[in-house]
C-alpha cells in the first residue's frame, strides 16, 4: 500500500465515525491570512500548517528566537571576553539557521 493510500484509507475512517467532521475549520477553506503564508514555499505550507495548529514550531522558529536573545546579550554584555563568547555563538547559530533555511529552500523545491 503506498503512502497515498494510507493517508485516503485513515481519512476514510475518520471520516466514518465522526472525527473528521469534528475538525476545526471542516468543510471551510484553509484561512490563507496566517502571517508568512505566502513566504513559505508552497511544499511547507501544509505541513507548517499543521504543526502551527497542533501547537508546535518548527526547529527554525526556535532558532531565530534564539538568534534575538543572543543579539541582545551581545548589545548589553560589558566584558569584552563575553561579548566575543556571545558574538561567536551568535555567529555560529546564524550559520547554523542559514543553512538550515536554505535546505528547506532547496528540498521544498523538489
Same mark, same amino acid.
Not at 476514510?12 to 475538525?23: Q, S, T
Not at 500548517?49 to 522558529?61: D, F, Q
Not at 566584558?79 to 546564524?94: F, K, M, T, V, Y
Given at each position: 500500500? *503506498?503512502?497515498? $493510500? $494510507?493517508?485516503?484509507?485513515? &481519512?476514510?475512517?475518520?471520516?466514518?465515525?465522526? %472525527?473528521?467532521?469534528?475538525?476545526?475549520?471542516?468543510? +471551510?477553506?484553509?484561512?490563507?491570512?496566517? %502571517?508568512?503564508?505566502?513566504?513559505?514555499? $508552497?511544499?511547507? +505550507?501544509?505541513?507548517?500548517?499543521?504543526?502551527?495548529?497542533?501547537?508546535?514550531?518548527?526547529?527554525?522558529?526556535?532558532?531565530?528566537? %534564539?538568534?534575538?536573545?543572543? +543579539?541582545?546579550?551581545?548589545? &548589553?554584555? *560589558?566584558?569584552?571576553?563575553? +561579548?566575543?563568547?556571545?558574538?561567536?555563538?551568535?555567529?555560529?547559530?546564524?550559520? /547554523?539557521?542559514?543553512?538550515? &533555511?536554505? /535546505?528547506?529552500?532547496?528540498?521544498? /523545491?523538489?
Amino acid at each position: 500500500m *503506498t503512502l497515498d $493510500e $494510507e493517508i485516503a484509507r485513515k &481519512l476514510r475512517e475518520a471520516a466514518a465515525c465522526g %472525527e473528521l467532521a469534528a475538525a476545526k475549520g471542516y468543510g +471551510r477553506p484553509l484561512d490563507v491570512d496566517d %502571517e508568512g503564508w505566502q513566504a513559505t514555499p $508552497e511544499a511547507l +505550507r501544509m505541513p507548517f500548517k499543521i504543526l502551527k495548529n497542533a501547537g508546535y514550531v518548527p526547529p527554525e522558529v526556535e532558532l531565530f528566537h %534564539e538568534r534575538a536573545r543572543l +543579539r541582545a546579550a551581545v548589545e &548589553l554584555a *560589558t566584558d569584552a571576553d563575553e +561579548r566575543q563568547g556571545l558574538q561567536r555563538a551568535l555567529s555560529a547559530l546564524e550559520q /547554523s539557521l542559514a543553512l538550515r &533555511l536554505e /535546505s528547506l529552500r532547496v528540498n521544498a /523545491s523538489l
